[in-house]
């Protein structure tokens, strides 16, 4: 699986691997599993499996092959660091990154204890961005995670956000993402926990990216937090 994308904080999609499990409350109303389901309802043979972790390595030569340099979404429908993905093909997939180094690869998960105990083993190019779900104060230890590894930049998406994120440490972090949860029943984030992650970044020079409010007020909204697009990328080559 892959293509042009509309998450707004990257270019392209590539999924080598699809399917996953719920492992916190950021996953609840997961838009990957909807999706999945609805392309295995639709007879793609992707999704065969429904979304059960599934393995593609036919498409690991995907990216080396698009011309255009461009920000590329690592596993928009599944989690690397999945425990149903084996050591092996996780290394084949950064080989494959590090092969197609005319682009850039953001990788993120919810599952930085395994992050963490594979990074040593891994190769880690440039154009690789590692980054970890944090949705409420519960999960800021998935930073300190991060922040071992040896990731040429490290970010954080606070999304879908859940909870105040009142203990914000920012040391070692390239890059910072926020925003509400969107689709049925979406779960309503506060101006202030935003505030709040933007205010910290701020302080700390971190780029800030505001994503979306989501929720009832993704609509009436959009994307403005005071008024304002916040649409920052690490690096000068990326704003």
Known sequence: MAGRSGIEWTESTWNPVTGCSKVSPGCGRCYAERMARRLAGM???RYRNGFRVTLHPDLLGVPARWRKPQMVFVNSMSDLFHPAVPLDFIGQVFEAMEEAHHHIFQVLTKRAERLAELAPLLPWPGNVWMGVTVESQA??????RLRATPAAVRFVSFEPLLGAVSQLHLRGIHWAIAGGESGPG????????????????????????FKQWGGARKKAAGRL????????????AHA
């Open 225 to 236: 937090l005071d008024g304002r697009l916040w649409d920052e990328f690490p690096g000068a």
């Open 186 to 209: 979406a779960r309503t984030v506060q101006p202030e926990w935003v505030r709040t992650i933007r205010d910290g970044c701020v302080r700390s020079g971190v780029p800030f990216f």
């Open 139 to 144: 999960y800021v230890g998935r930073m300190d």
């Open 43 to 45: 007879g793609n043979p």
